[in-house]
């Protein structure tokens, strides 16, 4: 009498099932990390500049990823050591979850997804920002496709890439190029005054194309400012993020009582005034 296989193996795990349940096998995923509960503590530390406490956070639960063989997690937790690494200015660690994130994508076939299209448009920024501008131009592409196959042509995804998507033109001098993308971006984040924080932004952007045009760019920094001010705005720490980023671009357009003003912003909200 042959045997089968059900017949004689010991059950791996009391909750699988099928195949599985009589087939252990130690290299698939052993479980899943909590990465919405992760990004909400990385969110906050980073809104707070608390650099430090991020990547302390992010590599425990890399290492955790790993040890669950959590390849989606671990795609999540790369693709944010790629924003939190080229804030810091480390190239070669952010250049190394670049690779990393892009390998799993590869290996999962994910790379139809609009969660995929973050981690494009995170790996694309740290080219630009590490002078391989030329480089984040196909990765932005990649990202705007899944966005018009899966999103609302107003989704605020869309004004994020565009305006990175244009500072990446810019590097590269494709000005004309550049101001169309942030205009883009502009228009997208002017749907709503929740938007503000980031419409603004993308009006600071767009004022560096105009160095040398001094209406075209006092035009862009007045209603930077005037979005900043949005007094619908919540006052909280993503705020201060906003204001202090910012402050160096008024400064560097001569405009030093704005960087103060919103500098003090910043500094009064994380001391919880």
């Known amino acids: 009498m042959s045997l089968d296989a059900f017949d004689y193996k010991e059950p791996a795990c009391p ?3 099928g195949k599985e349940f009589y087939d252990y ?6 479980g899943s990390i ?7 503590k990385i969110d906050d530390a980073l809104n707070r500049e608390e650099y430090g406490e991020a990547k302390r956070i992010l590599y425990y639960w890399l290492e955790e ?19 939190l690494h080229r804030k810091n200015g480390e190239k070669d660690e952010a250049l190394a979850a670049v690779e990393n994130g892009l390998r799993i994508i590869d290996a999962l076939g994910v790379g139809h997804l609009v969660s995929t299209a973050t981690v494009y448009i995170n790996a694309a920024t740290v080219y630009k920002t590490f002078d391989r501008a030329a480089n984040a131009i196909p990765l932005y592409e990649k990202a705007e496709k899944i ?8 989704d605020p995804l869309f004004g994020a ?3 990175n998507w244009g500072l990446a033109l810019a590097d590269l001098d494709r000005t004309e190029e550049a101001l169309a993308s942030f205009e883009k971006a502009l228009a ?6 929740d938007r503000a924080p980031e419409a603004a932004i993308t009006c600071l952007n767009m004022a560096d194309l105009f160095f040398g045009d001094d209406d075209k760019a006092d035009e862009l920094i007045q209603r930077a400012y005037a979005l900043l001010r949005e007094p619908t705005l919540a006052h909280d720490s993503y705020y201060a993020f906003v204001c202090k980023k910012c402050a160096p671009a008024f400064r560097a357009h001569g405009y030093f009582l704005m960087a103060k003003e919103f500098e003090e912003k910043a500094e ?6």
């Open 15 to 17: 909750l699988c099932s």
């Open 25 to 30: 096998d130690p290299a698939a995923q052993q």
């Open 34 to 40: 909590p990465v919405p509960q992760i990004i909400a």
């Open 65 to 83: 990823a790993k040890q669950l063989r959590d390849l989606r997690g671990q795609l999540a937790i790369y693709s944010e050591l790629m924003g």
């Open 147 to 154: 966005y018009k196959e899966n999103l609302n042509e107003n």
């Open 161 to 163: 890439l565009y305006n």
């Open 188 to 193: 997208i984040m002017t749907v709503s005054p």
């Open 268 to 273: 009064k909200i994380y001391a919880g005034a």
